[in-house]
């Protein structure tokens, strides 16, 4: 099984809402990451877990809040988001952070993600 | 810090035709990693292509191939006998092999392939 899979595949929810985006493996990956991606822009990274601990923040505004609840979940808790977060986040895992393992990273389908 | 340059923004090749895709990079690192990742419509990214430097030898996946040219600091994807599933934006993407940010993957902005029937 080399799937991410990513839930819910769409959301829309206003500034005040409070939302989670899902991502899940099966491949024993211990590292795990989210991406934003704007439209016909590259993924920018946002989080990294390595073995369920948040080992780099890219300087994520605190309204994202991210989650790894086991080595299989991860989770991304969003909270009075902004119109301009409205992207497709992707999540993604891989068997580490390091060696040529740590850059062949499986990328889930992504959430598109539209604040009004 | 390392850059990714895909200098075209978008491609077009006939069906079983053959396409060459650009992508140069600028580190002062020896020892790297490159890839090419496709993102069609459904918006999935997947690998391609991986190519490790030390390695002197093309990489090659069935009708995907690199001209990996180290000295020349570049990396172009050839697809051969196009394919309308083709169709996607393709990103290269670096990788450092060791040191600090070895996590991040640097993306170079996209090339939007289009396959014409």
């Known amino acids: 099984d080399t799937e991410v899979t990513q839930t819910p595949k769409h959301l829309v929810m206003g500034m005040t809402n409070k939302k989670s985006l899902k991502c899940e493996q099966h491949m024993g990956h211990r590292a795990m990451y989210w991406y934003k991606q704007k439209a016909k822009k590259p993924p920018e990274l946002m989080f990294v877990?390595?073995?369920?601990?948040?080992?780099i923040n890219e300087s994520v505004p605190s309204r994202f809040s991210p989650e790894c609840p086991n080595s299989s979940l991860l989770n991304l808790h969003l909270h009075a988001l902004q119109p301009e977060d409205s992207a497709l986040y992707l999540c993604?895992?891989?068997?580490?952070?390091?060696?040529?393992?740590?850059?062949?990273?499986?990328f889930g389908p992504g959430t598109r993600l539209t604040v009004t | 810090a390392q850059t990714v340059t895909q200098s075209q923004p978008e491609m077009s090749v006939q069906e079983a035709e053959t396409v060459t895709l650009s992508c140069t990079y600028d580190?002062?690192?020896?020892?790297?990693?490159l890839f090419w990742y496709k993102q069609p419509p459904s918006r999935q990214m997947i690998l391609v292509i991986r190519q490790e430097a030390y390695k002197q030898q093309n990489a090659t996946e069935n009708r995907f191939s690199v001209n990996f040219q180290k000295a020349a600091k570049s990396f172009s994807l050839k697809i051969s006998d196009s394919q309308l599933g083709d169709a996607a934006m393709y990103f290269c993407a670096y990788r450092r092999a060791r040191g600090g940010s070895n996590y991040k993957l640097t993306f170079g902005k996209g090339t939007l392939l289009t396959v014409n029937p």
């Open positions: 877990y390595s073995y369920e601990k948040l080992s």
């Open positions: 993604a895992s891989s068997q580490d952070l390091f060696g040529l393992a740590g850059g062949f990273q499986y």
């Open positions: 580190t002062s690192e020896s020892d790297y990693y």
